[in-house]
């Protein structure tokens, strides 16, 4: 820790500064970051429901190769990563990626939080699954081709995986903007406080020092000049060359 009065102001607002910078810049690229991601939750569940109402049709008379080609379609015009289509026993019934058609689910140990699932892939960057319950509407457990009895709630579970790759790209943009103001705010508010603890602390202290030197040697004749800085340093300087001079002119009233 330096001992000098300047540098110590100079130092310890510099890093209140920079601890202020730090928690702003963390606030606002975890909420802009959010946004970001509920916005892609947003988008991510409106298409899930798309899908479904895609197919709604060709899933109730029984038309599984043109629900699936609707699915397919969907996931190649849409940039979407995978769309997979779960049965009421957690298997995989459908999927646009060949190899991901041997996995299973337990759909009954599907809560809110498993439902939207966000995850790093092996490619390093986030992913995003969204899973959307197909359940037992009357319209299905009434149907005459393949009716599912009424008391099965869950027919199945619509699995879309989509990339975050942009949503990272972004948030990474944000830190290095947040950064860069940061860094040009930091810079600016450290070299005003440099001027400033210079001209209204640092010159006003050493001309009291060199003054107070000059009056325990006697010289009496030098200025002791720092009036304008402050009305602390005025009533300190003033402190200072009052008694040496009030000693002088006592030391000249014996005399006489």
Not at 141 to 162: F, N, R, Y
Not at 169 to 176: L, W
Not at 178 to 203: D, H, Y
Request: overall charge neutral; charged content about 25%; hydrophobic content about 45%.
């Amino acid at each position: 820790m330096p001992r000098r009065l300047a540098r110590k102001l100079i130092l310890s607002i510099t890093v209140i500064v920079l601890i202020v910078a730090a928690v702003s810049g963390l606030v606002n690229v975890s909420t802009e970051e959010k946004q970001l991601l509920n916005t892609v939750l947003l988008g991510a569940g409106q298409l899930s429901k798309g899908i479904s109402s895609a197919t709604w049709h060709a899933m109730l008379d029984d038309h599984r190769e043109a629900a699936y080609q609707v699915m397919q379609t969907i996931a190649l015009k849409q940039g979407i990563d995978r769309i997979r289509m779960f049965n009421s026993a957690g298997r995989v019934t459908f999927s646009t990626n060949q190899e991901d058609r041997q996995e299973s689910l337990d759909l009954r140990k599907l809560d809110a939080k498993a439902l939207v699932k966000v995850y790093r892939g092996a490619d390093g960057w986030r992913r995003l699954d969204m899973r959307t319950p197909i359940y037992n509407e009357t319209s299905c457990s009434q149907a005459e081709c393949h009716a599912h009895p009424s008391d099965v709630k869950t027919l199945g579970l619509l699995d879309l995986s989509l990339s975050l790759q942009d949503v990272d790209h972004e948030v990474a943009g944000i830190k290095y903007r947040v950064l860069l103001v940061s860094g040009v705010e930091v810079t600016l508010i450290g070299l005003f406080i440099i001027f400033f603890t210079r001209r209204f602390v640092g010159q006003p202290i050493e001309r009291l020092i060199a003054g107070t030197k000059a009056i325990s040697q006697m010289e009496l004749d030098q200025p002791l000049d720092i009036a304008g800085n402050s009305e602390e340093l005025d009533e300190l300087a003033t402190g200072v060359a009052a008694p040496p001079l009030r000693s002088r002119a006592a030391g000249a009233d014996a005399r006489r």
